[in-house]
């Protein structure tokens, strides 16, 4: 190699390209593990463990990416960073991981909401979509993230005191549900969405009775077919995505759960499948880890069963899906449906409502298509 194209080599020219599994958990640790280590074991294995987390901590999400990849990181204010998977610190199997906050430049009170991989291209055949707390939906070409900024960039334009929920990646033709704090919820095809351009505010995806909000926005279909939502008192229940007819998007949306002094507001809904685990988190820091499947699937227009026991001045704050590995599953799973059973024993009083008519009824008046 003579001096003049050794001048042009770039660091990331000296990185080798290598396959790695990266790890985050809920509180925003997060690393790079080489593949090899997460060995090949014959069915009915004993498992490996995928990372040591504390107590008040957990593995939110495990994806698998080339070290040249990149991770892009949603925040809470709209903002968009680049992250190379090499960069991401290298850990062991069961290393707890860095923070994300020292990879990536975020305002004091700014929160990561999404972290999206991005294997091989920025396409222009797949798609972003976002959604905020005040009900509004984005959907932007891949493509037109395809150049990095070091600082970061806005993503989406968020109103006065709006902020992102969060981001999906979809291929164009994927059906999208948002679930609200009050109750409501509405099922949706992306392709009501036209796509924009990076700087774009978006349009409205469902219409918000007054101090009601977006909580969640689920991308259905691959992720799962029953709808788990959670409740701030410590309700919940599974419904199957059936039950939640398409309309147009811009609409009010139609009974999810029902809002009751009983269980408080929602506070998060999640996709789930057979065989899935996921955790509801209080504001004082306690943990409680169910099979989803010990979670009674019943009706949209109902109250749901007790999940978790809360103290009188405890409320849930999150609920998520969590990655399982399979010797922890083998050791804990007996364990924790024991406690799932102990804490949540279903009761006439909590499934009488179950076949319940639903006392709402969803608006399909699609409002104006205006890109703001």
Not at 97 to 111: H, M, V
Not at 116 to 133: C, K, Q, Y
Not at 211 to 221: P, T
Not at 246 to 255: A, D, F, L, M, Q
């Amino acid at each position: 190699i003579d001096e003049a194209e050794f001048s042009e080599l770039e660091d990331e020219d000296l990185i080798a390209v290598e396959e790695a599994v990266i790890t985050v958990t809920h509180q925003g640790f997060v690393k790079r593990t080489a593949l090899d280590e997460y060995r090949v074991q014959g069915r009915a294995g004993k498992g490996l463990y995928g990372a040591n987390t504390r107590d008040d901590d957990f593995v939110e999400e495990m994806f698998q990416a080339s070290t040249k990849d990149y991770v892009l990181a949603f925040t809470d204010a709209g903002r968009i960073h680049w992250i190379k998977v090499y960069r991401i610190p290298e850990g062991s199997r069961t290393g707890r991981g860095r923070g994300i906050r020292n990879l990536i430049a975020l305002l004091p009170d700014e929160k990561v909401t999404s972290l999206i991989p991005i294997n091989g291209e920025f396409s222009e055949d797949r798609f972003l979509v976002m959604a905020t707390a005040q009900g509004v939906v984005k959907k932007t070409t891949l493509h037109s993230f395809r150049n990095p900024r070091k600082a970061g960039l806005i993503a989406v334009n968020l109103d006065d005191g709006d902020k992102l929920v969060g981001v999906r990646v979809t291929d164009g033709s994927s059906q999208l549900v948002l679930a609200t704090r009050r109750g409501k919820a509405i099922r949706f095809d992306e392709s009501k969405v036209r796509a924009m351009g990076r700087s774009a505010r978006g349009v409205k995806g469902i219409s918000l009775d007054e101090g009601d909000e977006v909580v969640s926005v689920v991308q259905i279909g691959e992720e799962g077919p029953y709808l788990l939502t959670a409740c701030a008192l410590g309700y919940g229940k599974r419904t199957a995505v059936e039950e939640y007819r398409e309309t147009n998007r811009g609409g009010k949306g139609i009974i999810n759960i029902k809002i009751t002094p009983r269980n408080g507001f929602v506070v998060g809904v999640i996709a789930v499948k057979p065989g899935d685990q996921a955790i509801l988190i209080t504001g004082s820091g306690k943990l409680i880890r169910v099979a989803t499947d010990d979670v009674s699937a019943i009706g949209r227009s109902t109250q749901g069963v007790r999940v978790i026991r809360v103290e009188t001045d405890e409320q849930v704050v999150a609920v998520a899906k969590v990655v399982v590995p399979e010797e922890e599953d083998e050791e804990l799973g007996a364990e924790s449906q024991a406690a799932t059973r102990k804490a949540a024993p279903p009761s006439e009083e909590e499934s009488a409502d179950d076949d319940a008519p639903a006392k709402a009824k969803a608006s399909d008046d699609d409002d104006d298509d205006d890109e703001f």
